[in-house]
């Protein structure tokens, strides 16, 4: 395949995705930023945020939400496929840790050049928004107020972890799934088929990778500068704060993102692939 197909198709397949999913990854995001205990779990804010902002408030933040969750699929997909084809033995054959490896550079590579800026702004508007007073007008005053600040990168260690994490995980347990029937179907996979098997990748990467996440989230919050001088020293102050389990709050919205998100984006990719090959 050729590389300008991974890019076009993981850019439709991450709009689309993007779009779909969006507001589990604000119901997340908001339970990971809390301090207080406000929302008692996902539902408690998902109707909170339906009473006080109306259906428009489960789209906070979206536009760059939206723009990077196309240009990082886009990215991850061109880069997994070129460095997967890379590491194909002489027989075409790739192993799981060669898989793992690939996946793994591609989500680090997403997570520097995309992911790190665009969730900036997503993660300060939805906490904007979560205050009494709100400091930015939308998107665009956001960036501005952030690139003043020098805050458009801040947080990028543990997003390209975390971004790392995620592909590692995500790709090679969709693609030894993938494998496995392919194998024994003997054709290449249907759009139901790449749906339910990215989905299951979606569950076994949120409870893997969920830490980064919530670092990640708390590094990018209003109140990051003053309160964690490292993405460690936020980690330990989870913990210290709220116990153990805090680092695997806002799984269960997550989790209802990356199982559809992981379903929808590998279909659309498969299709947009299938359609590109026939031209």
């Given at each position: ?11 439709v ?98 997570g ?30 956001c ?6 600040e ?10 390209m ?67 964690y ?35 929808i ?15």
């Open positions: 395949d050729a590389p300008a197909h991974s890019l076009i198709a993981g850019i397949a991450g709009a689309i995705e993007g779009a779909a999913t969006y507001p589990t990854e604000l119901v997340k995001t908001k339970m990971q930023l809390q301090t207080t205990h406000q929302y008692s779990n996902p539902l408690a804010c998902f109707r909170h945020t339906i009473q006080t902002q109306g259906p428009q408030g489960l789209y906070r933040g979206l536009p760059p939400m939206l723009l990077g969750n196309a240009l990082k699929a886009g990215v991850r997909f061109l880069t997994y496929d070129t460095i997967k084809e890379q590491l194909r033995d002489p027989q075409g054959r790739l192993t799981m840790p060669r898989m793992m490896c690939a996946g793994m550079c591609a989500g680090v590579v997403e520097g050049l995309v992911v790190a800026p665009t969730e900036a702004l997503k993660t300060r508007l939805i906490h904007d928004h979560c205050m009494p007073k709100q400091k930015y007008s939308g998107a665009i005053d960036l501005k107020e952030v690139l003043r020098g805050g458009l990168y801040r947080g990028v260690g543990p997003v972890a975390r971004q790392g994490a995620n592909s590692c995980v995500r790709f090679a347990a969709y693609d030894s799934l993938k494998q496995i029937v392919v194998g024994y179907t003997g054709t290449q996979v249907t759009g139901v088929q790449a749906f339910a098997l990215g989905m299951c990748a979606g569950v076994v990467t949120v409870y893997t990778t969920m830490p980064l996440d919530v670092v990640k989230t708390r590094m990018q919050g209003l109140s990051a500068a003053g309160a001088r490292s993405s460690v020293h936020c980690a330990v102050s989870v913990v210290r704060q709220d116990g153990i389990w805090a680092l695997w709050r806002g799984a269960t919205p997550r989790l209802a993102r990356l199982m559809f998100s992981g379903a984006v590998f279909a659309v990719y498969e299709q947009v692939m299938k359609l590109l090959r026939e031209k």
